[in-house]
T-cell receptor
Framework: DQQVKQNSPSLSVQEGRISILNCDYTNSMFDYFLWYKKYPAEGPTFLISISSIKDKNEDGRFTVFLNKSAKHLSLHIVPSQPGDSAVYFCAASVSSGYSTLTFGKGTMLLVSP | DVKVTQSSRYLVKRTGEKVFLECVQDMDHENMFWYRQDPGLGLRLIYFSYDVKMKEKGDIPEGYSVSREKKERFSLILESASTNQTSMYLC????????????FGPGTRLTVT
Protein backbone atom coordinates (compact mmCIF):
# COMPACT_ATOMS: atom_id res chain seq x y z
CA ASP A 1 0.00 0.00 0.00
CA GLN A 2 1.55 3.23 -1.17
CA GLN A 3 1.32 5.79 1.63
CA VAL A 4 2.87 8.69 -0.30
CA LYS A 5 1.77 9.17 -3.87
CA GLN A 6 3.15 11.37 -6.62
CA ASN A 7 0.75 10.72 -9.45
CA SER A 8 2.59 12.65 -12.14
CA PRO A 9 5.74 10.80 -13.28
CA SER A 10 6.86 13.83 -15.27
CA LEU A 11 6.20 17.52 -15.78
CA SER A 12 7.43 19.90 -18.48
CA VAL A 13 7.52 23.64 -17.92
CA GLN A 14 8.99 26.60 -19.73
CA GLU A 15 11.69 28.69 -18.13
CA GLY A 16 10.24 31.56 -16.10
CA ARG A 17 6.88 29.87 -15.54
CA ILE A 18 5.58 28.25 -12.36
CA SER A 19 6.19 24.55 -11.69
CA ILE A 20 3.68 22.81 -9.42
CA LEU A 21 4.49 19.35 -8.15
CA ASN A 22 1.83 17.47 -6.23
CA CYS A 23 1.90 14.84 -3.53
CA ASP A 24 -0.85 12.97 -1.68
CA TYR A 25 -0.58 10.85 1.44
CA THR A 26 -2.86 8.36 3.12
CA ASN A 27 -1.37 7.90 6.58
CA SER A 28 -2.92 10.44 8.96
CA MET A 29 -0.04 9.90 11.41
CA PHE A 30 2.35 11.73 9.11
CA ASP A 31 3.07 15.18 10.52
CA TYR A 32 6.25 16.26 8.80
CA PHE A 33 6.79 16.52 5.07
CA LEU A 34 9.88 17.12 2.99
CA TRP A 35 10.81 17.63 -0.62
CA TYR A 36 14.08 16.31 -2.02
CA LYS A 37 15.64 17.01 -5.39
CA LYS A 38 17.76 14.45 -7.20
CA TYR A 39 20.04 14.85 -10.19
CA PRO A 40 21.16 11.74 -12.12
CA ALA A 41 24.09 9.88 -10.53
CA GLU A 42 23.83 11.96 -7.33
CA GLY A 43 22.14 11.43 -4.00
CA PRO A 44 18.95 13.34 -3.16
CA THR A 45 19.40 16.75 -1.58
CA PHE A 46 16.97 18.33 0.84
CA LEU A 47 14.96 21.20 -0.60
CA ILE A 48 12.25 22.32 1.79
CA SER A 49 10.03 20.94 4.54
CA ILE A 50 6.81 21.70 6.35
CA SER A 51 5.39 20.67 9.67
CA SER A 52 1.71 19.84 10.01
CA ILE A 53 1.19 22.85 12.27
CA LYS A 54 1.73 25.07 9.24
CA ASP A 55 0.00 25.29 5.90
CA LYS A 56 2.73 27.09 4.00
CA ASN A 57 6.51 27.35 4.07
CA GLU A 58 8.57 29.51 1.74
CA ASP A 59 12.27 29.52 0.88
CA GLY A 60 13.27 31.76 -1.99
CA ARG A 61 11.75 30.44 -5.21
CA PHE A 62 10.34 27.37 -3.46
CA THR A 63 7.05 27.24 -1.55
CA VAL A 64 5.38 24.19 -0.08
CA PHE A 65 1.67 24.18 0.69
CA LEU A 66 0.00 21.66 2.97
CA ASN A 67 -3.72 20.86 3.00
CA LYS A 68 -4.17 18.48 5.93
CA SER A 69 -7.86 17.87 5.41
CA ALA A 70 -7.20 16.74 1.84
CA LYS A 71 -3.93 14.99 2.79
CA HIS A 72 -2.28 16.86 -0.02
CA LEU A 73 0.84 18.93 -0.43
CA SER A 74 2.34 20.76 -3.32
CA LEU A 75 5.68 22.31 -4.20
CA HIS A 76 5.67 25.53 -6.20
CA ILE A 77 8.78 26.74 -7.98
CA VAL A 78 8.61 30.33 -9.23
CA PRO A 79 10.21 31.22 -11.57
CA SER A 80 11.37 27.88 -12.90
CA GLN A 81 14.93 27.66 -14.23
CA PRO A 82 16.61 25.05 -16.45
CA GLY A 83 18.83 24.08 -13.51
CA ASP A 84 15.68 22.98 -11.66
CA SER A 85 15.36 20.03 -14.06
CA ALA A 86 15.64 16.99 -11.80
CA VAL A 87 13.55 14.33 -10.10
CA TYR A 88 11.61 15.64 -7.10
CA PHE A 89 10.66 13.31 -4.29
CA CYS A 90 8.00 14.00 -1.72
CA ALA A 91 8.63 12.36 1.66
CA ALA A 92 6.67 12.09 4.89
CA SER A 93 7.45 11.09 8.44
CA VAL A 94 6.00 10.74 11.91
CA SER A 95 7.94 13.16 14.08
CA SER A 96 7.59 11.04 17.21
CA GLY A 97 9.15 8.01 15.57
CA TYR A 98 12.63 7.10 14.41
CA SER A 99 12.69 9.84 11.76
CA THR A 100 12.23 7.34 8.98
CA LEU A 101 10.95 8.81 5.75
CA THR A 102 8.37 7.33 3.41
CA PHE A 103 9.02 8.51 -0.13
CA GLY A 104 6.81 8.92 -3.16
CA LYS A 105 7.91 7.57 -6.53
CA GLY A 106 9.13 10.94 -7.71
CA THR A 107 8.25 13.43 -10.44
CA MET A 108 10.76 14.27 -13.16
CA LEU A 109 10.67 18.00 -13.86
CA LEU A 110 12.01 19.30 -17.15
CA VAL A 111 12.38 23.06 -17.50
CA SER A 112 13.06 24.10 -21.06
CA PRO A 113 14.70 27.42 -22.05
CA ASP B 1 29.00 20.71 5.67
CA VAL B 2 27.58 17.25 6.27
CA LYS B 3 29.34 14.60 4.31
CA VAL B 4 28.05 11.10 3.67
CA THR B 5 30.38 8.96 1.60
CA GLN B 6 29.82 5.57 0.04
CA SER B 7 32.67 3.19 -0.71
CA SER B 8 31.97 2.70 -4.40
CA ARG B 9 30.07 4.62 -7.08
CA TYR B 10 29.77 1.58 -9.35
CA LEU B 11 30.00 -2.10 -8.53
CA VAL B 12 29.53 -5.23 -10.65
CA LYS B 13 29.11 -8.57 -8.90
CA ARG B 14 28.15 -12.07 -9.87
CA THR B 15 25.06 -13.93 -8.70
CA GLY B 16 25.72 -15.66 -5.39
CA GLU B 17 28.57 -13.39 -4.32
CA LYS B 18 28.59 -11.74 -0.91
CA VAL B 19 28.53 -7.97 -1.34
CA PHE B 20 29.46 -5.26 1.15
CA LEU B 21 28.37 -1.65 0.70
CA GLU B 22 29.98 0.79 3.10
CA CYS B 23 28.73 4.17 4.23
CA VAL B 24 30.51 6.72 6.41
CA GLN B 25 29.19 10.01 7.78
CA ASP B 26 31.24 12.73 9.44
CA MET B 27 28.59 14.64 11.40
CA ASP B 28 28.22 12.42 14.45
CA HIS B 29 24.65 11.57 13.47
CA GLU B 30 22.82 8.96 15.51
CA ASN B 31 20.58 7.71 12.71
CA MET B 32 21.72 6.01 9.53
CA PHE B 33 19.65 4.52 6.71
CA TRP B 34 19.97 2.34 3.63
CA TYR B 35 17.59 2.76 0.69
CA ARG B 36 17.39 1.39 -2.79
CA GLN B 37 16.09 3.42 -5.70
CA ASP B 38 14.51 1.75 -8.71
CA PRO B 39 12.81 3.39 -11.72
CA GLY B 40 9.12 3.90 -11.07
CA LEU B 41 9.42 2.78 -7.44
CA GLY B 42 11.08 5.74 -5.77
CA LEU B 43 13.23 5.25 -2.67
CA ARG B 44 12.47 2.27 -0.48
CA LEU B 45 13.91 1.80 3.00
CA ILE B 46 15.88 -1.41 3.51
CA TYR B 47 17.25 -1.02 7.05
CA PHE B 48 18.04 1.74 9.48
CA SER B 49 20.01 2.14 12.67
CA TYR B 50 19.42 4.62 15.49
CA ASP B 51 22.51 3.76 17.51
CA VAL B 52 25.67 1.68 17.43
CA LYS B 53 24.86 -2.05 17.18
CA MET B 54 21.14 -1.24 16.86
CA LYS B 55 19.22 -1.99 13.67
CA GLU B 56 15.64 -1.99 12.52
CA LYS B 57 14.05 -3.46 9.41
CA GLY B 58 12.63 -1.10 6.85
CA ASP B 59 10.09 -1.89 4.18
CA ILE B 60 12.16 -4.33 2.09
CA PRO B 61 14.77 -6.07 4.30
CA GLU B 62 14.60 -9.49 2.64
CA GLY B 63 17.95 -10.58 1.20
CA TYR B 64 19.89 -7.91 3.12
CA SER B 65 21.57 -7.50 6.47
CA VAL B 66 23.37 -4.56 8.08
CA SER B 67 26.13 -3.86 10.55
CA ARG B 68 26.85 -0.80 12.67
CA GLU B 69 29.91 -1.34 14.83
CA LYS B 70 30.92 2.34 14.94
CA LYS B 71 28.72 5.41 15.04
CA GLU B 72 30.04 6.84 11.79
CA ARG B 73 29.84 3.66 9.72
CA PHE B 74 26.87 1.65 8.47
CA SER B 75 27.33 -1.34 6.21
CA LEU B 76 24.80 -3.05 3.98
CA ILE B 77 25.44 -6.73 3.24
CA LEU B 78 23.97 -8.81 0.46
CA GLU B 79 24.61 -12.36 1.68
CA SER B 80 24.10 -13.94 -1.74
CA ALA B 81 23.57 -11.39 -4.47
CA SER B 82 20.78 -11.97 -6.96
CA THR B 83 19.94 -10.21 -10.21
CA ASN B 84 16.85 -8.60 -8.66
CA GLN B 85 19.17 -6.73 -6.31
CA THR B 86 20.59 -4.76 -9.22
CA SER B 87 19.76 -1.21 -8.17
CA MET B 88 21.00 2.18 -6.96
CA TYR B 89 21.77 2.00 -3.24
CA LEU B 90 21.63 5.18 -1.21
CA CYS B 91 22.88 5.72 2.32
CA UNK B 92 21.63 8.58 4.50
CA UNK B 93 22.19 9.91 7.99
CA UNK B 94 20.37 12.26 10.32
CA UNK B 95 20.61 13.51 13.90
CA UNK B 96 18.16 12.10 16.40
CA UNK B 97 16.45 15.47 16.96
CA UNK B 98 12.81 15.63 15.82
CA UNK B 99 12.06 17.04 12.37
CA UNK B 100 15.62 16.51 11.20
CA UNK B 101 16.31 16.09 7.52
CA UNK B 102 18.28 13.18 6.16
CA UNK B 103 21.56 13.74 4.33
CA PHE B 104 22.29 11.39 1.48
CA GLY B 105 25.45 9.98 0.01
CA PRO B 106 26.08 9.91 -3.75
CA GLY B 107 24.82 6.36 -4.18
CA THR B 108 26.29 3.06 -5.37
CA ARG B 109 25.06 1.65 -8.66
CA LEU B 110 25.21 -2.13 -8.14
CA THR B 111 24.84 -4.51 -11.07
CA VAL B 112 24.48 -8.23 -10.36
CA THR B 113 25.08 -10.45 -13.39
Amino acid sequence: DQQVKQNSPSLSVQEGRISILNCDYTNSMFDYFLWYKKYPAEGPTFLISISSIKDKNEDGRFTVFLNKSAKHLSLHIVPSQPGDSAVYFCAASVSSGYSTLTFGKGTMLLVSP
Amino acid sequence: DVKVTQSSRYLVKRTGEKVFLECVQDMDHENMFWYRQDPGLGLRLIYFSYDVKMKEKGDIPEGYSVSREKKERFSLILESASTNQTSMYLCASSPSTPLAEQYFGPGTRLTVT
